[in-house]
C-alpha cells in the first residue's frame, strides 16, 4: 500500500460516513399505490424488485415498521439450499438456488453467496435410509444430490466426530455441493438498492396498524404515517404474519416461536461445509469473517421475542459440541433470536387470503433465507396477475381446509398426488 492509499484510509476513519451516498432513497409515502408490500424484509424487497422488473408496475411502495435489514432477514444463519424430498418444495428451493447463483450479477451487488456445500448427517442405518430417499427424490427431478460414506465424510469434514464411541455415531451424509451459504443483509441491501433504481418507494419506520375496507376488499392501509391506498396489499412480514393478518380478522395456521442462532469468535477454516443434522436438527457453518455460526430448533412455545434462551442455546451448543469437539474451545462471540412463522406441516404460504385485494407470503417456518429470489419472483407474479405462479401454486392457503398439505418430515398426512 503506497503512502497516498494509506492517508486516504485514514481520512475515511475519521470522516465517519459523512462522505457516503444513500444505497436508495429513504422515501416520503405518497397517498396511494398500485401495490403496497407490508415487510421491507428480503422477501418483500426482493417481491417488489421484481414486481417492477419482470412485471413493469413501478407505482409501488415497500412500508417497513424498522429499518432495512433489522429484522429476521438479520437474524438467521445464512444457508443457501434445494435439499428436500417432496417435489414442491424442491422444485420451488431449486428454482431459487439457481438465482442465488447469478443473484450478484443480477442486483450488481455483491450478496457473497458461497456455494461450499450443505450436507445432512445420518446416525443411523434409518437415517442414511431417509437420506437415500430424499437423495432419489432430488436427482428424479435433476438436483444434485451425492450420498457419502463414512470414509469419504472424514476427508471432507475431518473435525467430525466419527469415531463409533461418539454421543451421536455418524454412518455418512447426503451432501448438496451447490448449496452453501450468502450474506443475508447484502441480500436486503442490494435488493432494496435495485428496486429504489426501478422506481420503488421504500418506507421505513412506518408500521401497519390497520386495513382500509370497502366492503369485503382492501383498499389501503391505516400506519403511523398516516392513511395509504392501495390497489393490492402483500403481507410479508415473517413472524409477525399472524399479527398483520388479524388486523384484516384473519386466523392463520401459524404460531411465531423464536429461533436462536450463536457465532464464535474468528478463526481459521475449520468447517468446510454447511453441516446439519438430521435427526437432531443442529447446525453447523463458517462465516467469512471465520466466526463458526451454528443453532437449533425453534425454541417451541409462542413468542415475539427476539432474545436467546440459555436453556435452549445449551443444547444447542451441546449438539454442536458433541458432532464437533474442537468446537469446544472456541469463545462464544454473540446469540440472537429471529422470529419464525411455523406454519402447522412446515411449508410455506403464498398466495390469496379470503380478503379480497390482500395476499400472503408467510409461514417459512426456519427455511425462509434461501427461498428469498423464488419467494420474491413467483409473489410478485401472484401479486401482478391475482394468480399463483405454478411454482407458489401448491402453497395456497386453503391447502389446509382441503387436506392437501406439505409434510416434508412425514409426521402429518402426505400431500395428494398431482
Known sequence: MNRYSALGLVRGA???HKHWQPAWRDAEPKPSYDIIIIGGGGHGLATAYYLAKVHGIRNIAVLEK???GGGNTGRNTTIVRSNYRLAPLHDLFE???????????ELNY????SPRGAMFLGHSDADMTRLAERGDAMRCSGIDAELMTRDKL????PLLDLSRSARFPIEGALI????GTARHDAVAWGYARAADGLGVDIIQKCEVTGFVRDGDAVVGVETTRGRIGAGRVGICVAGNSGHVAGLAGLRLPIESQTLQAMVTEGVKPMVNSVIMSQSMHCYISQSDKGGIVFGGDPDNWPSYAQRGIPMVMDGAIAQGIALMPALSRLRMVRTWSG???MSFDGAPIIGETPVKNLFL????CYGGFKATPASGWTYAHTLATGKPHALNAPFALDRFRRGDTIDETGTGPMPNSR
Do not use: Y
Not at 455483491?110 to 453467496?113: E, G, K, R, T, W
Not at 448438496?176 to 448449496?179: E, Y
Open 110 to 113: 455483491n450478496v457473497m453467496f
Open 176 to 179: 448438496q455441493r451447490r448449496g
Open 361 to 364: 407470503n408467510g409461514g417459512w
Open 154 to 157: 472424514a476427508k471432507f469434514e
Open 66 to 68: 424498522g429499518w432495512i
Open 95 to 105: 428454482f431459487g438456488l439457481k438465482m442465488w447463483e447469478h443473484l450478484s450479477d
Open 339 to 341: 422470529v419464525t412463522d
Open 14 to 16: 475519521l470522516g465517519g
